[in-house]
């Protein structure tokens, strides 16, 4: 089915509806000139909207909220966030807006669209740069696999923002299984309403985890399956090299989307202390730690969630305790699957390997600790290889599909990334003796991302009027996994002259 005209746009307002103490009904702001820069066909088609009329003057209406359908109420969320531990009870949708739910229940939101009543200090705007660079990296991440939100739609909207130098202002269009987040709990619950907590937990059940609503302790199991949900997302981050960079809690969906993309970007050369935010100082969201982080912030979700858990404090809390503690489990045991599943061994990943083939694996496995005597050569093959790839520094994503060469006969590639070329050799004779599947590597491990120095590159043509090098970059990304002729230098690490690359927040 195709859409031609406003008119035959359905956006619900349920969230509007249900949670009227979460939302502020507003508007969004006129931009001077609309220019569309980037249109997701294959998203407008999955959501039966006609990509041809999008494309119009009323379709960019909708885009950048200027035109919406009757019946739509276009509103701003409340939600609150622990931001790098501290806490701010009134966040919000400073500078976006929930248009409302489209008809597969998935809201249509805008960023960049104008101050709203939650934007203190900010000026409500985005530029181009951030948000073709949330659309090129959100796109990657879903065609990874990786749960995500999608990007429908930039808009560059002719108006200048003011960031350290002009820039030229944008608005994205995007659609998430939902926008509630740890935050929108927080919130929830610092307003002391226990029944709009309930309202809340209810809406997210419905939307989300409806297997829930059956359970005995509906509330509990929202929270079990929030726990869940975060374990294999960050474990799938973990596996791609993925450093999200802010995940405060108002960046932790309870869909277990991956959302916010700010000071994001992929790892290259494997270390656990990489960070690429700006702010990040202390290193509170570099890679190696978002593991902890992700339980750290689902405790938080677990403490807005407790009056709803039990009627004794004491008792709501030994039951959040329980249910957090299978977070580790969880989320160690889809690391170490999928660490097989990258180096061959696992033929299905998220299929069981042998009871006995992983040690107790923690968190991230530590560099540095001598294997403990009696395992099973698969696990100890993964403890022997992180601190390895630490030491030569080597490419995160690369490592895999040249290790994927040796599996057919050529070991150059592989030798050649390591410091210690006999070391490397000695392993991969080790791993080539458990008999791993290079195709099945090959159909998982990524050889085209979204490589930092190329995200550069494409944003600076894009903010200067030339959009070629952006497009041609998200159609690399969109199809990760095959290679294909002329594409050499998309599969290659940045440059040596790239240095240490930072990325800007709240931009
Ligand atoms: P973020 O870092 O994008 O997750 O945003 C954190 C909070 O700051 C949210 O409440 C945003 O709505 C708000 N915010 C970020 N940038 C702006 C801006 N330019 N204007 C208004 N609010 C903003
Ligand atoms: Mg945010």
Known sequence: MSIASLSTVVLGNRFAHEL????????????PEPHLLALNDQLAAELGLDAQWLRTPQGVGLLTGTAVPAGATPVAQAYAGHQFGGFAPRLGDGRALLLGELPDGRDLHLKGSGRTPFARGGDGLAAVG?????????????????????SLAVVATGRTVHRETPLPGAVLARVAASHLR??????????????????????????????????????????EAVVAAQAA??????????????MNTDNMTISGETIDYGPCAFMEAFDPATVYSS???????AYGNQPVVAEWNLARLAEALLPLLHDEQEQAVELATQALGRYRPQYARAWSQGLLAKLGLLAEPGLLAEPGLLAEPGLLAEPGLPPETGKQPASALVDDLLPALQESRIDFTTFFRALAEAARGDIGPVRALSVDPAAMEDWVSRWLSLTPDADAMDRI?????PRNHLVEEALDAATAGDLGPFSRLVEVVREPFT?????ERYAAAAPPDFGAYRTFCGT
């Open 20 to 31: 009227p103490e979460m939302a502020v009904a507003w508007q969004a702001a006129e931009p």
């Open 130 to 150: 951030p948000m073709l660079r949330e659309y090129v990296i959100s796109e990657a991440m879903h065609a990874l696999g990786i749960p995500t939100t999608r």
């Open 182 to 223: 740890v935050g929108s709990f927080q919130y929830a619950r610092a307003t002391g309403d226990t029944g709009l907590l309930r309202r809340l937990a209810d809406h997210a059940i419905s939307r989300h985890h409806p297997s829930a609503a059956q359970a005995d302790r509906p509330y509990l199991a929202l929270f």
């Open 233 to 246: 997302l960050v474990a799938r981050w973990m596996l791609t090299g993925f450093v999200h960079g802010v």
């Open 279 to 285: 702010i990040d100082h202390g290193g509170r969201y």
């Open 445 to 449: 491990n990524p050889l085209y991302i």
């Open 483 to 487: 290679r294909r002729d002329g594409l």
